[in-house]
């Protein structure tokens, strides 16, 4: 087998070297690649002899040209502004290339079902990238939640804040048209994560909803879960920042915490070896969640002082 070859949409964004990276170490070849930024220079680390773009048209024409010499890449690895995944992915498909797509796969949950007619009508694929699903402490804590009474219902606390500057908001991220909102741009993949985990959604409440963050509460079939995720320095426990950290991630299933901090560095990487094996998260698997984060976007918010996550005193 002839080793697979890759365009890629989005080189200069933040995700994007992580690709480049799970596309060299699993054997791949980047031979085209496309940004309207030509800050990529990061590109000469993988894959220098790619050919760049700034406009669409010229790379949708290159990448035609190699599909009607017979080279046509083998997928199209998305790494764009969310509103445009769908188009991206769509452009894959007619160019009879797999396209393996960022978080959120897309924005509300119809497009999903655009998509799975463009699947069936082109014979490729849509491959979601879900890494969380391949963390070791968290596929145990499945294996654990699997292995308990089918009757028992944990109680989940989840939170992460990821202090943002004031760049966030004047770009497209801080556009929730562009981005989804918060709850989209920084939690659709623990929304996944804790549907994987628990089981599917059967009430879903938000108790605040800010351009900087967002706080909610969800009935899943084996869990009672409290979230809240922000993008506000503010917001950051004492401890993290006197040490000048600017992220905190915090998972407790049943008050134990989940150590999950490390073990990322090569989960975009898993992700790739599981696509090339067949083994990737299609369509479906990406559905749940973009139904989440979308229910969580258009809901009118209710506090709750009973039932909201601790850190929504910060927000009295």
Partial sequence: MSEPSYALIGAAGFVAPRHMKAIRETGGTLVAALDPSDSVGVIDSWFPEADFFTEFERFDRHVDKLRRQGRGVDYVSI???????????????????????????????????????????????????????????ITALRQQIAAARTDRVFDVELTYITARGNWYARSWKG????????????????????????????????????PDCAAGALDLARARVRWFLSVSAAHLPAAQRAAGQRTFRDIRVDGEAVEFS???????????????????????????????????????????????HPFCRLLD
């Fill in 79 to 137: 790494c764009s502004p969310n509103y445009l995944h769908d188009a991206h992915i769509r452009f894959a498909l007619r160019s009879q290339a797999h396209a393996i797509c960022e978080k959120p796969l897309v924005l509300n949950p119809w497009n999903i079902d655009g998509l799975q007619e463009i699947e069936a009508e082109s014979g490729r694929r849509v491959l979601n990238i879900l890494q969380l699903r391949l963390h070791p402490a």
């Fill in 175 to 210: 556009n929730p048209e562009k981005s989804g909102g918060i709850a989209t741009n920084i939690g659709v993949h623990f929304f996944d994560m804790l549907q994987w985990l628990f089981g599917p959604v059967r009430e879903s409440r938000v108790h605040h909803h800010r």
């Fill in 262 to 308: 490390a073990g990322f560095a090569d989960l975009h990487t898993e992700s790739y070896r599981e696509i090339l094996t067949a083994r990737g998260h299609g369509l479906e698997a990406a559905r749940p969640a973009v139904e989440m984060v979308h229910t969580i976007r258009t809901a009118a918010p209710r506090p709750s002082a009973q039932a909201a």
